[in-house]
C-alpha cells in the first residue's frame, strides 16, 4: 500500500519518504485571470517530485478556493456562499482550467481529484440536496477529468453519501474511477456506511486520514488500527499528514 503525502493549500513542506506527494492548490490563486495561468507553485511542486522520485497527485480545489470571475450564479451552503453546481460559466471555465493543466503536466500528474463544490475535494456540499442537477454537474466533472487524465487517474472523494444527488453519482459512476473517502480514524466502523462505499467499491480505492494521528481526541486510537482498517478495505493507497509520513 503506498504512502502519499498530503500538503497543505498553496504550501511547500519537506517532502518525506513516500511514494507520491498529494498536493492541494487553490484555482482562484492559479489563475486570478481569466486564462492567465500562474504555474509557479504547481512547477516547484512537481520539480520536487522528480528530485525525489515520488508521485504527483494533485487536487484542484473550487468552490469557495474558486475565483470570482469564473461564476455568474453563488448559493449559500453550509453558511457560506459557493458558485452554484449548474453554474453553466462555472463548468466551463473549471473545464478549460482542467485541459491547461492537463496540457502542461500530461502524465506527469500520477491521479487527480476531482473537484468539489465546497471547501474540500468532498461529496459534502451542497449537504443533503435533492437537487439532481447537482449530481449531473459532478458526474461532468468526473468525466472532464477522466477525459483529461485517465478513468484510472480520476479520484473520486466520497464525504457523506446521505445526499440524494450522491446516491444519483454512485449509481451512475463510471467503476474504473478511484474512490475514496478522507476521514479514516483508528475508530471508524467497518460497516459505517461511507467506509463500506469505498470498501465494497469493485475499482480502485483508497483513504485519507481525518486528521494528524496526534489529536487523540478526533482519531480516536492508533495509527495502526487505521492503517490496518485501510488494508482490510483493499486500499492501494493512504494520503497520510507528514507528521505521519514515514522518515
Known amino acids: 500500500m503506498e504512502t502519499w503525502q498530503l500538503q497543505a493549500v498553496d504550501k511547500l513542506h519537506p517532502i518525506l519518504a513516500v511514494d507520491a506527494l498529494s ?22 511542486c512537481w520539480r520536487r517530485c522528480r528530485q525525489k522520485g515520488c508521485k504527483f497527485v494533485l487536487r484542484l480545489m473550487a468552490g469557495p478556493h474558486s475565483p470570482r470571475w469564473s461564476r455568474k450564479e453563488v448559493i449559500w ?11 453553466a460559466t462555472h463548468a ?3 473545464h478549460r482550467a482542467i485541459v491547461a493543466i492537463a496540457e502542461r503536466y500530461g502524465n506527469q500528474i500520477h491521479a487527480m ?3 468539489g463544490f465546497g471547501a474540500s475535494a ?15 454537474a459532478y458526474l461532468e466533472r468526473v468525466f472532464m ?30 467503476t474504473n474511477v478511484t474512490m475514496q473517502h478522507n476521514s479514516l480514524k483508528a475508530s471508524t ?32 486510537g492508533s495509527l495502526e488500527t487505521a492503517k490496518q482498517l485501510a488494508v482490510d ?15
Request: hydrophobic content about 30%; proline content about 8%.
Open 113 to 115: 481529484h476531482v473537484p
Open 122 to 136: 468532498e461529496t459534502h456540499e451542497p449537504k443533503n440536496s435533492a437537487d439532481m442537477r447537482v449530481a449531473s
Open 23 to 44: 498536493v492541494r492548490a487553490s484555482w482562484r490563486r492559479l489563475e486570478p485571470r481569466q486564462g492567465e495561468y500562474r504555474w509557479q507553485y504547481l512547477d516547484n
Open 145 to 174: 477529468v477522466a477525459a483529461n487524465f485517465g478513468s484510472l487517474r480520476t479520484i473520486v472523494n466520497i464525504g457523506s453519501v446521505r445526499s440524494p444527488w450522491v446516491k444519483r453519482v454512485l449509481e451512475r459512476l463510471p
Open 77 to 87: 451552503s453550509r453558511g457560506r456562499r459557493i458558485p452554484a453546481p449548474w453554474d
Open 189 to 220: 466502523k467497518p460497516d459505517a456506511e461511507h467506509h463500506r462505499t469505498v470498501a465494497d467499491w469493485p475499482g480502485r480505492r483508497g483513504f485519507q486520514y481525518v486528521c494528524p494521528s496526534g489529536n487523540f481526541a478526533r482519531f480516536g
Open 233 to 247: 478495505a483493499g486500499a492501494k493507497y493512504l494520503e497520510t499528514y507528514r507528521g505521519d509520513c514515514p522518515r
Open 92 to 94: 466551463h471555465s473549471i
